[in-house]
């Protein structure tokens, strides 16, 4: 009976033992299988549903332009525009004697190294032929006519008067662009806008969190306003009836 109950001892104590050595296999391949914690890894946070910066200028190569994705060429329409400026403005350099004078250099250059080349045994200069495809044309003309109906369209509305907003929008802009030209010529101001135009929106991309809350504001506080001067001057100002349509 002792010889019995000791081996009934033995085998529970093996079960047991292997019961044991399984569950803590499982714990251990369990632990094994989570991913490491890591602390420093970044949180996608959500955009909020806005577009982006790049996609608003199209996402193409001009976009990558104004953007400074490339900051090589970026940097050297800058740099090139700066130069031009300084050139008509500030040295008061002519356009016309600046195309005359770099057409003269640029041939002047081409014509020693073409004749210098077998003098100094060297491959002559690739002058590629330029051509311009009609369908190239073709192109331009459609979205440059595309363009052009759709402000012909826009300044027809505001001229109606259908959206006496945006007819006080477009007259503060004129008025506003009057008064830039009044200040400095046309060139200076092209190069105004295209300094602007590569500083902008780099800016904006940039801190964009923080203008959008100001640009909210200010909204705002501006459609307040328009509320008040709407109540108190414009509805008060006297329109004859609207005429309907007559459909052929």
């Not at 910066?53 to 800058?78: E, M, N, P, T």
């Not at 590629?128 to 440059?144: D, G, Q, R, T």
């Not at 027809?156 to 662009?177: N, P």
Request: glycine share 4%; proline share 4%; aromatic share 8%.
């Amino acid at each position: 009976m002792a010889d019995n109950q000791h081996s009934e001892e033995s085998t529970m104590d093996k079960i047991s033992e292997k019961l044991h050595h399984r569950s803590s296999s499982s714990s251990s391949s369990s632990d094994d299988e989570k991913p490491p914690v890591s602390h420093h890894q970044p949180v996608n946070r959500p955009s909020g549903g806005k577009k982006s910066v790049h996609k608003c200028f199209g996402g193409s190569k001009a976009a990558d332009l104004i953007l400074w994705r490339d900051k090589q060429r970026s940097a050297s329409i800058l740099a090139g525009a700066t130069v031009l400026w300084i050139l008509f403005e500030c040295m008061e350099y002519h356009f016309l004697t600046f195309v005359c004078h770099v057409l003269i250099l640029s041939l002047a250059i081409l014509f020693i190294w073409i004749n210098s080349a077998a003098f100094l045994k060297r491959s002559p200069p690739h002058i590629p032929e330029i051509a311009i495809s009609e369908v190239a044309i073709h192109n331009v003309a459609s979205e440059l006519r595309v363009e052009v109906n759709r402000a012909f369209s826009a300044l027809h509305e505001v001229a109606t008067g259908r959206d006496f907003k945006k007819y006080l929008l477009v007259v503060a802009g004129l008025w506003f662009l009057s008064v830039i030209g009044s200040w400095c010529d046309f060139l200076t101001l092209a190069y105004i806008v295209l300094v602007v135009t590569l500083t902008v929106p780099v800016l904006y991309e940039k801190y964009q969190d923080q203008v959008d809350s100001f640009a909210h504001k200010a909204t705002v506080k501006a459609k307040d306003q328009y509320k008040v001067i709407d109540a108190k001057i414009l509805k008060k100002i006297p329109r004859g009836p609207l005429k309907d349509k007559k459909h052929l």
